[in-house]
């Protein structure tokens, strides 16, 4: 048996990941974590700031993993920077990872966009790229992470620059906002509740972006950051409802 977990924002993880695996298991569904073994494990999420998203992070620090082959696909918009690094420290009581690799996919960035040829050029190319790396799976290929020894730090102030320079630790909605509830039931921490008034956002935010790039009256705004006119994006092939079931599993 084999078994594979992935977080999503806005889908790209998703789709790489259900191309992988036709088990594959949204993290968002199973945050508390628990004893896993299999024949493969696998880990598909996207890079936030140089590292692994910290819903991911969490959910290995909460888990035992038993496996002779365990894995991580990152998706990113530039670079993996030390996300495959970091996770495969958080899995060095497991083992670590045999097999470490990465795809460039369009970023959901809000703070800059890419223009249409990129984006269109990045997902005509995911298909191949998906395709080799469960070719490498499925023949135990090991190929191990690089160390980046200055990936925290990187990460650290981005996040810092993101969450006080920006402001962006405040999302909130603005008057547009209809009390749809496609974000309430979208947001894989839980951190957005419906009120009489509107929408409100708790403190966990994960800063995936999946509620900004969902709303369909764009409602959200997230501190200082203006989203750029060319940011809004979702994968294509993935709708709010998929990643909004897969969370419900």
Same mark, same amino acid.
């Given at each position: 048996m084999d078994l594979v977990f992935y977080f999503s924002g806005t889908g790209n993880s998703y789709n790489v990941a259900k191309a992988l695996s036709n088990n @594959?298991?949204?993290?968002?569904?199973?945050?508390?974590?628990?004893?896993?073994? @299999?024949?493969?494990?696998?880990?598909?999420?996207?890079v936030y700031c140089s590292l692994p998203p910290v819903i991911v992070t969490q959910f290995i620090k909460n888990s035992t993993f038993k496996s002779p082959y365990i894995w991580a696909v990152a998706t990113y918009g530039g670079g993996a920077g030390g996300a495959l690094s970091a996770a495969h420290k958080l899995l060095k009581t497991s083992g670590g990872l045999s097999? *470490?690799? +990465?795809?460039? !996919?369009?970023?959901?960035?809000?703070? =800059? +966009?890419? /223009?249409?040829?990129?984006?269109?050029?990045? !997902?005509? /190319?995911?298909?191949?790229?998906?395709?080799?790396?469960?070719?490498?799976?499925?023949?135990?290929?090991?190929?191990?992470?690089?160390?980046?020894?200055?990936?925290?730090?990187?990460?650290?102030?981005s996040w810092f620059t993101i969450k006080n320079i920006y402001q962006a630790k405040t999302p909130r909605s603005n008057e547009k906002c209809t009390k749809c509830g496609i974000c309430v039931r979208l947001c894989p921490t839980q951190n957005i509740t419906m009120a009489e008034k509107g929408i409100i956002f708790s403190d966990k935010c994960? =800063?995936?972006?999946?509620?900004?790039?969902?709303?369909?009256?764009?409602?959200? /705004?997230?501190?200082?950051?203006?989203?750029?006119?060319? *940011? @809004?994006? %979702? %994968?294509?092939?993935?709708?709010?409802?998929?990643?909004?079931?897969?969370?419900?599993?």
């Open positions: @594959a298991i949204n993290i968002a569904s199973a945050t508390n974590g628990g004893n896993y073994e @299999a024949d493969t494990i696998g880990f598909v999420f996207p097999y *470490a690799n +990465g795809l460039i !996919l369009p970023d959901n960035s809000i703070i =800059y +966009g890419l /223009e249409e040829k990129v984006k269109l050029k990045q !997902l005509g /190319e995911e298909s191949g790229t998906v395709s080799r790396i469960k070719n490498d799976i499925n023949n135990r290929v090991v190929k191990l992470p690089k160390n980046k020894p200055f990936a925290d730090l990187v990460g650290k102030l994960e =800063y995936c972006f999946g509620c900004i790039h969902f709303c369909p009256v764009n409602a959200i /705004e997230f501190g200082k950051i203006k989203r750029h006119d060319n *940011a @809004a994006y %979702h %994968h294509p092939k993935v709708s709010a409802d998929d990643l909004i079931k897969s969370k419900e599993r």
